[in-house]
Structures are given as structure tokens and as C-alpha cells.
Nanobody, 121 residues
Framework: QVQLVESGGGLVQAGGSLRLSCTAS????????MRWYRQAPGKQRELVAT???????NYADSVKGRFTISRDNAKNTVYLQMNSLKPEDTAVYYC???????????????WGQGTQVTVSS
């Protein structure tokens, strides 16, 4: 079965940096769009960054200029480099991908389990 597994979360001080990784594994034919979402307690899940198979990126205004999304297609991995972290960045971060399994013709949306990022002041 297909899995997305995040890593790299943790506790950092305001102004610090963290890099999240998410690797897809299983019977995958191809991966189209990959995304990072985050959800803080009591708040809706929000889209943080998006990257297409061709490398085009988009960011939420709240993280633009501080976060960078990238991917390594050979490793089926998406990264989120987070710099100048703020306490308001504290959330569970989830990776998300539209991928096509080896069996079938459609892309399906998959989620990782999430990784906690806590930024202290």
C-alpha cells in the first residue's frame, strides 16, 4: 500500500530553522502535485506550499519568503525548508500528494501522518 511518511519536526526557538521531509513509498507509478499543509489546535488546516511535477511552486502569504518547498523525484520525496520560524508557525505539518498507483489510470490524493513543529518564543 502507498504511504507518505514525514520526518524532521521538532521544537525550535523563534528565528530558527527546520527542514521537513516526506517520502512516498509503495506501488507508485507517478506523482503529480505535492503539497505541505499545517493545522494548529483550534484552527482549520491550511495549505502552506505546493510544488508541481515540473517544479512550479506556490506559497501561502504567511510563509512566503521564509519557507521553500522542493522535491526529489528520484526519491519520491518532498521537502519544506522553514527559516525565520515564528511561534505562529507552530502546528502539525502534513504532506499531501496526488499520485497514480501502478494499477489503474487515475490519480489519488494521499496524506502523511503529520509531524509536529513547535516554535517557542
Amino acid at each position: 500500500q502507498v504511504q507518505l511518511v514525514e520526518s524532521g519536526g521538532g521544537l525550535v526557538q523563534a528565528g530558527g530553522s527546520l527542514r521537513l521531509s516526506c517520502t512516498a513509498s509503495g506501488s507508485i507509478f507517478s506523482i503529480n502535485v505535492m503539497r505541505w499543509y499545517r493545522q494548529a489546535p483550534g484552527k482549520q488546516r491550511e495549505l502552506v506550499a505546493t510544488i508541481t511535477s515540473g517544479g512550479s511552486t506556490n506559497y501561502a502569504d504567511s510563509v512566503k519568503g521564509r519557507f521553500t518547498i522542493s522535491r526529489d523525484n528520484a526519491k519520491n520525496t518532498v521537502y519544506l525548508q522553514m527559516n525565520s520560524l515564528k511561534p505562529e508557525d507552530t502546528a502539525v505539518y502534513y504532506c499531501n500528494a496526488d499520485l497514480r498507483p501502478r494499477v489503474g489510470d487515475f490519480f489519488y490524493n494521499h496524506w502523511g501522518q503529520g509531524t509536529q513543529v513547535t516554535v517557542s518564543s
